[in-house]
C-alpha cells in the first residue's frame, strides 16, 4: 500500500487506512535512532529543502534528522535568508526551489493554504510542517503515534484538548485524526478562544477545563498563540492560569494512568505546571522523540525510498 495522494497537506486528507501506513511505517523507523550510527541508506541521493517562513524549532530540526537518518541531502532556508525579504513571492521562491529538482519540499508559513498553492503548481511533493492556524498534520501523526504506543490503541479512549482551540492547527489535525480512528474528543477553553460550531466536527465541547479532563486518558494541553490573535481575549496571564492550567490538583479528575501532552513551546505556569509537564503523566519528550520517526516514514513514504 502506499499513499493515494502526492503531497501531504492535512490530516483531513488521509484515510484510516493511510494514518495507519505512516505509522507502522514511522515504528519502523524508531530503531534507527536508537543505533550507534543513525543511518540508513533508504533515501541516499535524494534531496529534501525544508522552507521554514515561520518560526520552530522542534518541527524543523526533526525534518532535517529524518532527512539526514535517511541519507538524503536536506536544504533549510527560514524566511530570514531568502529572497521573500527582497520582495520575492512564495511562488516565485517556489518555482526557482522546483528548477533545482528537489525531490520534496517540506514547507511551514504563517498564512493557511501556503502549501496547498505549491502543492498545485509543483511536481514534488509537498509536506505541510504548519499553516497558518489551518493545520499542522505531521504533529497529529506524532501524536497519534504515542497515544497508540503507550495505550495500545486510539479507537474508544476519552481525549481532552485544551486551550487556545481557535487558533490551533494542532488542535484541528488532532480533531481530524483522532476522532477518526475512534477517539472521543473533547475540547475546552475559554469562549473567546472557541471556534463557532465546531461541534459539527463530532467533538464535546466544554468552557471549563475541569469538565473536559474527568475521567480522560489523554490531556492535551495548547499554548495560547498570541501571535495568532488579533485582539486580547483574556484578561491577564494569570486570569487564564487560575482557570485552565493543568495542576497536580485538578489533574486528579482524570484517569490513574493518563497522559499529558503537549506540542511544544510550553509556557510553564500558563497552560501547565512545571511538576505535571516533567511529571510521571508527561509523555511531551516521546513525542518529540516519535516526530523524527514520523517524519522520516513520510520522506520515505513521498520520494519513493528504498
Known amino acids: 500500500m502506499k499513499l493515494s495522494k502526492k503531497d501531504l497537506l492535512g490530516i483531513r486528507d488521509l484515510t484510516v487506512d493511510e494514518i495507519n501506513l505512516i505509522l507502522e511505517t514511522a515504528e519502523s ?16 541521493g535524494k534531496t529534501v529543502i525544508n522552507l521554514f517562513l515561520e518560526a520552530s524549532t522542534r518541527t524543523r ?10 541519507s538524503a541531502d536536506t536544504i533549510n532556508i527560514s524566511s530570514t535568508t531568502s529572497s521573500i525579504v527582497k520582495g520575492e513571492t512564495l511562488i516565485d521562491t517556489a518555482k526557482n526551489l522546483e528548477a ?3 525531490d520534496a519540499i517540506v514547507i511551514r508559513h504563517s498564512a493557511a493554504g501556503a502549501p496547498q498553492i505549491l502543492a498545485r503548481i509543483m511536481k514534488q511533493p509537498i509536506i505541510n510542517a504548519g499553516d497558518g492556524a489551518h493545520e499542522h498534520p505531521t504533529q497529529a501523526l506524532l501524536d497519534m503515534m504515542t497515544i497508540k504506543a503507550k495505550k495500545g490503541k486510539i ?4 481525549i481532552a484538548i485544551v486551550g487556545d482551540i481557535a487558533h490551533s492547527r494542532v488542535a484541528r489535525s488532532n480533531i481530524y485524526g483522532l476522532t477518526r ?3 472521543h474528543v473533547t475540547v475546552a477553553g475559554p469562549a473567546t478562544m472557541m471556534p463557532r460550531y ?3 466536527m463530532g467533538v464535546r465541547v466544554c468552557c471549563r477545563l475541569e469538565e473536559a479532563i474527568r475521567d480522560a486518558d489523554i490531556i492535551m494541553m495548547l499554548r495560547i498563540q498570541t501571535e495568532r490573535q488579533q485582539e486580547n481575549l483574556f484578561p491577564s496571564l ?12 485538578n489533574i486528579k479528575l482524570a484517569k490513574d494512568d493518563v497522559l499529558v501532552m503537549h506540542p511544544g513551546p510550553i509556557n510553564r505556569g500558563v497552560e501547565i505546571a512545571p511538576e505535571i509537564a ?9 513525542q518529540v522523540t516519535n516526530g523524527v520517526a514520523v517524519r522520516m516514514a513520510l520522506l520515505y513514504l513521498l520520494t519513493g525510498g528504498k
Open 29 to 44: 523507523f524508531i530503531e534507527v535512532s536508537t543505533r550507534d550510527i543513525k543511518k540508513v541508506p533508504t533515501l541516499r
Open 198 to 200: 465546531i461541534d459539527r
Open 155 to 158: 479507537s474508544g479512549l476519552k
Open 100 to 102: 533545482m529538482n528537489p
Open 181 to 183: 480512528m475512534g477517539a
Open 238 to 249: 494569570r486570569e487564564y492560569a487560575n482557570y485552565f492550567c493543568l495542576n497536580g490538583e
Open 61 to 70: 530540526t526533526s525534518f532535517e534528522i529524518a532527512g539526514k537518518r535517511l
Open 278 to 286: 516533567d511529571g510521571p503523566y508527561s509523555v511531551i519528550l516521546d
